[in-house]
Structure formats: structure tokens, C-alpha cells
């Protein structure tokens, strides 16, 4: 479970975002044609969870970051290098 800090960064930084989201979107959020509609929903969705990532990892380098957000599956760890727990990894062959 996430501490009471995370929790407040997270809802402060989609606070942020989806304010400037909403500023710019606001026609698409209010829009009459439903797929306009779940798209710009889905963008303020994309944003929630950006949040959380953001907020949850604040322990990891910023390329390791990005990809978590992303969705890309994370490297194995190499020798020297550490993974999100601090570990560190093993040399592969």
C-alpha cells in the first residue's frame, strides 16, 4: 500500500496535469460525439496513471521512469547495474 505522501504527490500532480488537460481539451470533454468524447476520457485515465508512476518511483533513474510509463518491459539488471529494489545483477553470458 502506498504511503500518505505518495498519495498526496500523486493527486497533486494529476491535479496539474488534468487541469491543463481539461484547459486544453475542454471542447473534446464536452463534445456530442461519443468517441471524442472516451478518447479525451481515456487521455485524463493516461494521466491518473502517469501520476502514480511518477509518484511511485521516485527511487528509480529517470530513463527507468520513462519506461514504466511507457509500458515497456523492464531490462534485465547487467553486472554493476542495479535493478528497482537496489540489487544488483548478475553478469549474462
Request: with cysteine; glycine share 6%.
Given at each position: 500500500?502506498?504511503k500518505?505522501?505518495?498519495?498526496?504527490?500523486r493527486?497533486?500532480?494529476?491535479?496539474?496535469?488534468?487541469s491543463?488537460?481539461?484547459?486544453?481539451?475542454?471542447?473534446?470533454?464536452?463534445?456530442?460525439?461519443?468517441?471524442?468524447?472516451?478518447?479525451?476520457?481515456?487521455?485524463?485515465?493516461?494521466?491518473?496513471?502517469?501520476?502514480?508512476?511518477?509518484?511511485?518511483?521516485?527511487?528509480?533513474?529517470?530513463?527507468?521512469v520513462?519506461?514504466?510509463?511507457?509500458?515497456?518491459?523492464?531490462?534485465?539488471?547487467t553486472?554493476?547495474?542495479?535493478?528497482?529494489?537496489?540489487?544488483?545483477?548478475?553478469?549474462?553470458?
Amino acid at each position: 500500500m502506498a504511503k500518505d505522501d505518495t498519495i498526496e504527490n500523486r493527486v497533486y500532480l494529476f491535479e496539474s496535469l488534468a487541469s491543463s488537460y481539461i484547459s486544453a481539451a475542454s471542447e473534446l470533454l464536452s463534445s456530442e460525439d461519443e468517441a471524442v468524447r472516451a478518447r479525451a476520457m481515456r487521455a485524463l485515465a493516461d494521466l491518473a496513471y502517469l501520476s502514480c508512476v511518477v509518484s511511485d518511483t521516485g527511487h528509480l533513474s529517470p530513463e527507468q521512469v520513462r519506461q514504466r510509463a511507457l509500458g515497456a518491459p523492464e531490462s534485465t539488471p547487467t553486472e554493476g547495474d542495479e535493478d528497482d529494489k537496489g540489487r544488483k545483477g548478475k553478469k549474462h553470458k
